[in-house]
Structure formats: C-alpha cells, structure tokens
C-alpha cells in the first residue's frame, strides 16, 4: 500500500484517469452546452485549460475548431499527445497552469474553457486573480471563458464527502476508484482510493491525497471582475439548468471579457 500527499494529484496519475472516467458518457452529457456555446459566440478558436488527458480538446478538434490545450501535470500533456494521434487531431498542447497560459500562448482565443473541478488546485485569492488575468491575457476582446466546480455550497451543507465509485475492467485486469474529502473550513482533502486486481486476482491499493481550495461563485465573480470579466450566465449543470446553491451539483459559469 502506498499514500501519496502530493501538490498536484495527477502527476503520476494520467493512465488511471482514463480508466476512472467513462468519456463517452460525460463527453456525451457536456457536448449540448459547448456546441451552444460555440455556435452562439461563433467561436472558430478555443483552448482548452488543465486538459488532463485531452478528451475535450480531441472533441473540440473534431467538430473543425482551432484548438490548443494545456495542463499544469506534464504526464497529462504526454498522455493527451498520444490520445490525439490516435484521434487524429491537430492540437496545439503545451504544459503550463492556468496562470502561465498568457507566457505561453498567443492572444486571440474566442473562448477558454476550464472544466473539471480544476480551480480548487489554486489556494490562494491571489493566485485566483493571477489565472484569470493569464486568461484574460489570452482572449480576445469579447472572448468567452467556461469554467466549473462542484457546487461546494451543497457539498458542506449536505456534508457530501463521498463520490460514486468508478470501476474499469481491462482483461483480467480490474480497477476500482474511491473518492471521498474530509471537508475543513479553509481546505478540504481530496483523496482517491485506487484498488487494482491484477491478472493473478490479486489485489492491491493506494491512496492519493491533495489538498484542495473549496471556491464558490462569491470568491469567483469578484476575482473575473477585477480582470475585466463580466458574467454573462450561472447554470447548475449542462443542460443549463439555474444555479440552486443547495440543490445543483455543478457550478457552471460562462463569463465575458469586456472590450
């Protein structure tokens, strides 16, 4: 067994975050509000912030979009590179976290997007600001920045510490994910318990823990606010169903920048 407290979670983590997520599902789920999204500010160019593995940049790719995409975890970069040579796509992938995207990349992206509870990783204010003045660095006047969390007004209030478990088979081969936090009043601990069976049945685990920042939408406005962002649309999930702060699991907003 081993427990691994880490910075960042995913460094070590690209392989089993494939297996952890059913991609054709979730992709399945999200694609109605990015086509919308899309469509509606006739974006043609779009980068896709902590990527992990690339499974929205390969969508965006495919739908004839201009795409680059980036993350902060170089095994995830590594692991999106092969996804999309398999995919065939043309993307434009670049390690760097959310506040090194304006050193990075050139300006001029109709929208940036940042999906998958990705924002905890930053536990400061001033490093919030900081990745929203790098994403406005990077957006053209007008652009469009996509960004989601879990909905941590309900994970406290309901005391939602624990997370549906996520199986994958590969062969004799089998994997199962726990996630569970323990919530605390600044931070919580975001853990995943890993249990792999191998091809002689046996079973083995590990655990990997990060401490992450709980941001809700009245730390996120004002810091888009102060970096010339002006919130155009709050939604609960993707169907852009409203924002209920009790009920909604998600916490989606889409914010403009001015000019």
């Known amino acids: 067994m081993a427990i691994n407290q880490t910075e960042n979670l995913f460094d070590d983590f690209a392989a089993d975050y494939d297996r952890m997520i ?20 006739g974006a043609t160019r779009v980068l896709d912030t ?8 390969i969508m965006f790719s495919s739908w004839g979009l201009e795409v680059a995409a980036s993350d902060i975890s170089s095994d995830m970069i590594a ?20 506040a090194e995207i304006d050193r990075v990349f050139s300006p001029g992206f109709d929208v940036v997007n940042c999906m998958g509870n990705s924002l905890p990783h930053l536990k400061s204010k001033e490093s919030l600001l900081k990745a929203f003045s790098s994403v406005a660095g990077v957006l053209k006047p007008g652009g469009f920045f996509l960004l989601q969390v879990r909905n ?5 209030a309901r005391n939602e510490r624990f997370m549906p478990l996520n199986s994958r088979a590969e062969g004799d081969r089998e994997y199962l994910y726990l996630r569970m936090i323990d919530l605390g009043e600044e931070f919580l601990n975001f853990n995943i318990v890993v249990l792999a069976k191998n091809e002689a049945g046996k079973w083995s ?36 169903g409203p924002f ?6 998600d916490l989606i907003v889409i914010a403009r920048k001015n000019g």
């Open 22 to 41: 059913n991609w054709e599902e979730r992709l399945r789920r999200e694609a109605p509000l990015y086509r919308k999204v899309f469509s509606d500010t």
């Open 50 to 57: 902590a990527c992990a593995t690339g499974q929205h940049a």
């Open 79 to 98: 692991a999106a590179q092969r996804n999309a040579e398999e995919a065939g796509g043309t993307i434009d992938f670049k390690t760097a976290g959310l």
């Open 152 to 156: 941590y007004h309900r994970v406290y």
């Open 205 to 240: 685990y590990r655990v990997e823990s990060e401490k992450l920042k709980p941001w809700k939408f009245s730390d996120i406005e004002p810091c888009l606010q102060k970096n010339g962002f002006a919130v155009s649309g709050v939604f609960g999930d993707f169907g852009f």
């Open 244 to 249: 209920e702060p009790l009920e909604s699991t």
